[in-house]
Every structure is written in structure tokens, then in C-alpha cells.
T-cell receptor, first 114, second 116 residues
Framework: AQSVTQLGSHVSVSEGALVLLRCNYSSSVPPYLFWYVQYPNQGLQLLLKYTSAATLVKGINGFEAEFKKSETSFHLTKPSAHMSDAAEYFCAVSDSGGYNKLIFGAGTRLAVHP | ETGVTQSPTHLIKTRGQQVTLRCSSQSGHNTVSWYQQALGQGPQFIFQ???????GRGNFPPRFSGLQFPNYSSELNVNALELDDSALYLC???????????????FGPGTRLTVL
């Protein structure tokens, strides 16, 4: 069965510092992988997705993620954090079954302090 | 292009009652998936509707049911509400691509259900 593990339920960085949010997945087939962001009291917004093309995926708001098959990882990075990046971030893998449900990690809450 | 919308925004019910949540899919999408997000957790898949038929179901009891209409909007119905049903309910719309895989799922803002 496919699964997603997000290491670190809370991450705190200074404004301007590197953001690194970790995601490891388990899948027996080549996965589709996603990062979503959730701001307080809102739904999920797609940041970026990996669908077996380029292993380095660029998303919105300056975020990017690299698919590493050997490490079964899909970590999310941003070179310089901004206060507006404070939110909950979810990594997800698409179930390879017939209806491609999303399987989410537990989420990482990112805090950005001045 | 209109995005995914959900109604109502918030809802308060008591144990044993029934509730209906609504979702309007994004223009051009024919698939709606519903997810439950309990406080402090990631979303959990409830079920998916494709062309008005249930197309897959997660580990939720039969008192969670749904419908999809010809315009691809959808309802989630929950009977005999329990305290643990308190959560944010998210719907996501998408379409199946030529590869047979579901394209990116776009989420609505959610309905916050509180069961007292």
C-alpha cells in the first residue's frame, strides 16, 4: 500500500532562510507526487506536482521539489522564506489504483519569524 | 473560469442528526472526490464520483453517502452523526486524462462541520 511520511510536524525558520520540508513516500509503482499548502481556515492549494517527467519540479511562490527514487523522497524547498509562507504543507501521493485517490501525509506546519 | 465551491462554510449539528454538504466542480471537470480532514491531520479519502457513479471508496462506513448530478456537482450526506465526524470536509474536482490517470485535483475551501 502506498503511504507518505512527513518528517517534522512543525518547522520554524527565520525570514530569508532556507525552507526544507521533508517527505518520504512508499509506493510499489512509479508515483505521482504532490505538495499542497493550506492557509488557516482555507482549502488546499496545489504548490507543485511530479508526474514522471523532470525530477526537479518548480512550483508556485518560489517553491521546488526534487524527486529522488533511490531515497523515495520528495522534499520541498524554497531558498528564502517569506512571512507569507507560514502555513500547513501537505505531501501527497496519488494512489495508482483505478481512481487515483490522494494519500496525504500528516502535514508540516511552517512558522516564519522575523 | 470558476473554481471549486462548497456550501455551507460552517455547520453545527448534534449527534444523531443528518447533514448534506454540497460541492460545485470546476468547469470542465467530471470527477469529484471527497476528503475528511480532522483537526491536526491530513485529509482522508472518503469516496469519488465519476459521471454520476461512485468510482471508489475509502475506509468510511455506509452512513457516508454521496451523489453526483448531471452538471457534475456533488453532495456528501452523513447520517447518524457522531462526535468524531467533526472535521473539515473538502471536495476536489478533476478529470481523467487520455492516459487514464486522474489529472490534478483542485480543492474547494471546505465545509467545517461541528457535531455537538
Amino acid at each position: 500500500a502506498q503511504s507518505v511520511t512527513q518528517l517534522g510536524s512543525h518547522v520554524s525558520v527565520s525570514e530569508g532562510a532556507l525552507v526544507l520540508l521533508r517527505c518520504n513516500y512508499s509506493s510499489s509503482v512509479p508515483p505521482y507526487l504532490f505538495w499542497y499548502v493550506q492557509y488557516p481556515n482555507q482549502g488546499l492549494q496545489l504548490l507543485l506536482k511530479y508526474t514522471s517527467a523532470a525530477t526537479l519540479v518548480k512550483g508556485i511562490n518560489g517553491f521546488e521539489a526534487e524527486f529522488k527514487k533511490s531515497e523515495t523522497s520528495f522534499h520541498l524547498t524554497k531558498p528564502s522564506a517569506h512571512m507569507s509562507d507560514a502555513a500547513e504543507y501537505f505531501c501527497a501521493v496519488s494512489d495508482s489504483g483505478g481512481y487515483n485517490k490522494l494519500i496525504f501525509g500528516a502535514g508540516t506546519r511552517l512558522a516564519v519569524h522575523p | 473560469e470558476t473554481g471549486v465551491t462548497q456550501s455551507p462554510t460552517h455547520l453545527i449539528k448534534t449527534r444523531g442528526q443528518q447533514v448534506t454538504l454540497r460541492c460545485s466542480s470546476q468547469s470542465g471537470h467530471n470527477t469529484v472526490s471527497w476528503y475528511q480532514q480532522a483537526l491536526g491531520q491530513g485529509p482522508q479519502f472518503i469516496f469519488q464520483y465519476y459521471r454520476e457513479e461512485e468510482n471508489g471508496r475509502g475506509n468510511f462506513p455506509p452512513r457516508f453517502s454521496g451523489l453526483q448530478f448531471p452538471n457534475y456537482s456533488s453532495e456528501l450526506n452523513v447520517n447518524a452523526l457522531e462526535l468524531d465526524d467533526s472535521a473539515l470536509y473538502l471536495c476536489a474536482s478533476s478529470s481523467y486524462g487520455t492516459s487514464g490517470m486522474l489529472d490534478t485535483q483542485y480543492f474547494g475551501p471546505g465545509t467545517r462541520l461541528t457535531v455537538l
